[in-house]
């Protein structure tokens, strides 16, 4: 599974991208983001307030209830704000 994270998320944990194996009762973004927080201090920092992230699997947004699977990207980012 790869990945994304952008803005403040992506500083907080301190890469752009990566690709995991996560564990299988990591089947939706939820469950991905609450293994996510277990991986170190960053990862429990940038995901502390879920409310404040938006997702996306394969470049559609989604809710957290969405699923995911071993070959998707997911990516993790502020709600973006227009002017």
Known sequence: MKLMYFAWVRQRIGTASETVE???????????????????????????????????VNQEYVEASHPVTAGDEVAFFPPVTGG
């Open 22 to 56: 996560a564990p299988a009762e990591a089947a939706t973004v939820e469950a991905l983001v609450a293994w996510l927080k277990t991986r170190g201090p960053g990862y429990s920092e940038a995901f502390k307030d879920t409310r404040a992230i938006r997702y996306a």
